[in-house]
């Protein structure tokens, strides 16, 4: 799981590094990645220290991208509505375990991350808008199991692991996006250029 994850934290930081234009959103992608691996195994804090480390990380990171933009009163209410679904989830999975095996269970996350997009459209507030979702379904999560388990349950490194699973399919929809727009410049170009030899 640790390669995995080092290898999607690479991944993403070379994406931002050369194909995200906005200075301050590279640089904002680069630090929360350099952060995020500098914090994923720290060997001499316990799972519960490590449990809340993940959790700040997250939460603030998310913090910073949501509020780079100035936003209505109604979209802050998003992170903490989408979070209750997030919760369900998360706990239907914690219980039946057996589902997680399933072989699309990715393209349940990107059905999650398309559905997000309804909800905010730049790219800065959907990778604010996903952490932020991960860190309250989360601690909701830990807070239900604590209530029914002496301690609850820590997450420990998966939700690191499945936050920058969202960010990186959210990078990608985002190239994809700026593809198309590429695409129908070329093409409205092309037309012009038709119709003013014409």
Same mark, same amino acid.
């Given at each position: 799981?640790?390669?995995?994850?080092?290898?999607?934290?690479?991944? !993403?930081?070379? %994406? @931002?590094?050369?194909?995200?234009? *906005?200075?301050?959103?590279?640089?904002?992608?680069? $630090?929360?990645?350099?952060?995020?691996?500098?914090?994923?195994?720290?060997?001499?804090?316990?799972?519960?220290q490590h449990f809340y480390l993940h959790i700040a990380v997250l939460g603030f990171f998310g913090l910073?991208?949501?509020?780079?933009?100035?936003?209505?009163?109604?979209?802050?209410?998003?992170?903490?509505?989408?979070?209750?679904?997030?919760?369900?989830?998360?706990?239907?999975?914690?219980?039946?375990?057996?589902?997680?095996?399933?072989?699309?269970?990715? !393209?349940?996350? %990107? @059905?999650?991350?398309?559905?997000? *997009?309804?909800?905010?459209?730049?790219?800065?507030? $959907?990778?604010?808008?996903?952490?932020?979702?991960?860190?309250?379904?989360?601690?909701?999560?830990?807070?239900?199991?604590?209530?029914?388990?002496?301690?609850?349950v820590f997450f420990n490194n998966q939700i690191l692991l499945l936050a920058v699973q969202g960010v990186?399919?959210?990078?990608?929809?985002?190239?994809?996006?700026?593809?198309?727009?590429?695409?129908?410049?070329?093409?409205?170009?092309?037309?012009?250029?038709?119709?003013?030899?014409?």
């Amino acid at each position: 799981m640790t390669a995995t994850y080092y290898w999607f934290a690479w991944t !993403i930081s070379i %994406i @931002a590094y050369f194909f995200i234009q *906005k200075s301050r959103l590279k640089w904002k992608i680069l $630090l929360f990645t350099g952060v995020s691996m500098s914090t994923y195994s720290l060997s001499f804090w316990n799972v519960q220290q490590h449990f809340y480390l993940h959790i700040a990380v997250l939460g603030f990171f998310g913090l910073i991208f949501w509020t780079s933009r100035k936003r209505g009163w109604i979209e802050h209410f998003w992170p903490f509505v989408l979070s209750i679904g997030y919760t369900s989830f998360q706990l239907f999975f914690m219980i039946n375990p057996v589902w997680l095996e399933l072989p699309g269970i990715q !393209i349940g996350l %990107i @059905a999650v991350l398309l559905l997000l *997009k309804y909800f905010c459209r730049d790219l800065e507030g $959907l990778i604010g808008l996903w952490l932020v979702m991960v860190v309250i379904g989360t601690l909701c999560s830990h807070l239900i199991f604590s209530l029914y388990l002496d301690g609850g349950v820590f997450f420990n490194n998966q939700i690191l692991l499945l936050a920058v699973q969202g960010v990186i399919i959210l990078l990608i929809f985002h190239g994809l996006e700026k593809l198309k727009n590429i695409n129908k410049k070329k093409r409205s170009q092309q037309v012009n250029k038709g119709a003013a030899l014409m």
